[in-house]
Nanobody
Framework: QVQLVESGGGLVQAGGSLRLSCASS????????MGWFRQAPGKEREFVAT???????YYADSVKGRFTISKDNAKNTVYLQMNSLKPEDTAIYYC??????????????????WGQGTQVTVSS
């Protein structure tokens, strides 16, 4: 059974940085793509970033130039480096993984698997 476990959330001041990690366990072969979503209080969940097995990356316009998604295939882990954080980045951040490309939602993942979420709070 696949499990995604996020870590690295916390409280940071505006302009600061955080690095989130998401480790996938439960099998030996890699996912087609992994990525991050976030959900702020009272808002719908939104796409943040996706990385596929070839290392191509995709970002929401709101985080381009500030966030970087990367992966370590040996560890089945994906990272989200978040720099120049803003109060509007405050949300629960969720890791997701897909085992194939879903054209109807690409580059947003459909979410074959989900992590439990990690809280990121940016104070002004």
């Amino acid at each position: 059974q696949v499990q995604l476990v996020e870590s690295g959330g916390g409280l940071v001041q505006a302009g600061g940085s955080l690095r989130l990690s998401c480790a996938s366990s439960g099998r030996t072969f890699r996912h087609y793509a992994m990525g991050w979503f976030r959900q702020a209080p009272g808002k719908e969940r939104e796409f943040v970033a996706t990385i596929i097995w070839s290392s191509s990356t995709y970002y929401a316009d709101s985080v381009k130039g500030r966030f970087t998604i990367s992966k370590d295939n040996a560890k089945n882990t994906v990272y989200l480096q978040m720099n120049s954080l803003k109060p509007e980045d405050t949300a629960i951040y969720y890791c997701a993984a897909d085992d194939k490309k879903y054209d109807s939602t690409w580059p947003t993942l459909r979410g074959d698997y989900w992590g439990q979420g990690t809280q990121v709070t940016v104070s002004s």
